[in-house]
């Protein structure tokens, strides 16, 4: 249950949106992944995005790195949905507790008033 903001803006053109987290939440995902702006699609009032990992850990022989889902619904002027992390793996036999790690965060959001 706890809770954390992060300023994140939207960019749309066509079906094409793009999300530049900035602050804390772009450092965090700095360390985590190894990037800090999603692309993706946007379809009716359903988005998907994608942050894919480039920051390499180590766990034995595993090589991996973390990939980064969003999945979001606009309703009116509230953005709500799930930021999913999920490991991508060289599939070494030490990558087996690894592989299995899946961790998300649900958010909400608003649109700001127009200037």
């Given at each position: 249950g706890a809770?954390?903001?992060?300023?994140?803006?939207?960019?749309?053109?066509?079906?094409?949106?793009?999300?530049?987290?900035?602050?804390?939440?772009?450092?965090?995902?700095?360390?985590?992944?190894?990037?800090?702006?999603?692309?993706?699609?946007?379809?009716g009032d359903s988005l998907n995005l994608n942050l894919f990992g480039t920051r390499s850990n180590m766990v034995g022989n595993c090589i991996f790195t973390v990939n980064s889902e969003i999945h979001a619904v606009l309703n009116g002027d509230v953005l709500t949905g799930q930021i999913d992390y999920l490991s991508a793996t060289n599939n070494n036999p030490d990558c087996d507790t690894v592989s299995q790690c899946r961790s998300f965060q649900d958010f909400n959001g608003t649109r700001p008033p127009p200037p």
């Open positions: 809770t954390n903001s992060a300023m994140v803006t939207l960019t749309q053109s066509d079906a094409n949106i793009t999300a530049q987290v900035t602050g804390f939440g772009a450092v965090a995902l700095e360390l985590l992944v190894g990037g800090h702006t999603y692309t993706g699609q946007i379809s």
